[in-house]
């Protein structure tokens, strides 16, 4: 019996390996205006390979103290225009920063082509539901078809979801990839918690308000060229989000991601969401803590200003308190500050 089991996990973990060879799929979505369509053909069409099981999708956020973030994004200025535009890395937590800033135009980048595959499939789905339960109905059926791990076999459309590792309580016993939309009903300040915040987002992907792009960040000739589109049609970028990028820079590939975050920041009226890995006692934890800044954007263009590692990232420490779970604030060498880190 332990055999064969052994044998059946050194079969899957072969079948994994091997697609690996497959280029994603590229998924064109339905619906475009003409900004949309220019701005999808900067995608990097040399990225299209599918990456290792250590790069997943986030179906949701893994982030902390998305709530308080919340709070100061609805709460802050928005951009003079009412053509503004969010800009975001990742998965669908982009939607969410969207519908607090009432943004009128979308742009999702990644350097994961999955990412932009699912994404894709996303919109497609949004756009056929009229109601949020029958939304989150459908995309459980899509994620448990296209989990790589439910169907290892399907070489060319599965994609690779990261679990939720959120600190967030509404996240606790949340263990099924299909679970972490179903939270999203419940959670507060989801785009899917009310069906109003629910039709403003599908509302702009049916205008074709939505572009996905596959790009690295440190390619920053690209970006500048997104900022030039939108500039040039009088649209001003009021949000961006990069997650926790940061945390991956290495040396060589800092100034890039300093160019090409001052190159989306609008004078001092874009606002800036990030994320770092919280420190306790001197050691990094999985904890990522999500802040926002505005009208710092002479700050940004200093490395001082963000958490780039300063050792490479397989030198890092990682540690557990005593009870083998983190704690984010226990002497915290990172505090955030106030309303420039909403934390």
């Not at 079969?11 to 091997?18: D, F, G, K, W």
């Not at 306790?280 to 200003?305: C, D, P, W």
């Amino acid at each position: 019996m332990f055999r064969q089991q052994q044998s059946e996990e050194k079969e899957v973990q072969s079948i994994i390996t091997a697609r690996l060879k497959y280029l994603v799929p590229q998924q064109p979505l339905k619906y475009q205006d003409a900004l949309s369509k220019k701005l999808s053909t900067l995608t990097n069409s040399e990225m299209n390979k599918r990456l290792p099981l250590s790069n997943g999708v986030y179906i949701g956020t893994n982030e902390s103290k998305i709530q308080d973030s919340a709070t100061v994004l609805s709460e802050l200025p928005k951009v003079d225009t009412d053509e503004r535009c969010h800009i975001g890395f990742s998965g669908l937590h982009n939607f969410d920063i969207a519908n607090l800033r009432q943004s009128s135009r979308i742009i999702i980048c990644d350097v994961n082509p999955e990412n932009r595959l699912f994404l894709s499939n996303v919109i497609s789905i949004l756009c056929e539901c009229s109601e949020r339960t029958q939304f989150i109905d459908s995309m459980v059926r899509y994620i448990e078809k296209h989990d790589l791990h439910n169907n290892p076999h399907d070489l060319s459309s599965s994609i690779n979801f990261c679990p939720n590792a959120s600190d967030e309580e509404i996240y606790d016993g949340v263990t099924q990839n299909t679970d972490q939309i179903r939270i999203e009903l419940k959670r507060p300040n989801s785009w899917l918690h009310t069906e109003e915040s629910f039709h403003y987002i599908r509302n702009l992907a049916l205008n074709g308000k939505i572009a996905l792009i596959t790009e690295n960040i440190t390619n920053t000739a690209t970006f500048k060229r997104i900022a030039s589109l939108l500039q040039n049609n009088a649209i001003m970028i009021d949000s961006l989000y990069v997650s926790n990028i940061a945390n991956y820079m290495e040396a060589q590939d800092q100034q890039s991601f300093l160019n090409t975050t001052h190159a989306l920041i609008e004078g001092n009226s874009t606002i800036v969401i990030d994320a770092y890995h919280v420190r306790v006692r001197g050691y990094f934890t999985s904890t990522l803590a999500q802040r926002i800044r505005h009208g710092e954007k002479e700050q940004m263009a200093n490395a001082t200003a963000w958490p780039f590692p300063k050792k490479q990232r397989s030198n890092l420490l990682f540690a557990n308190d005593n009870n083998g779970t983190h704690n984010p604030t226990e002497n915290s060498t990172l505090e955030p500050q106030s309303l420039s880190s909403a934390k």
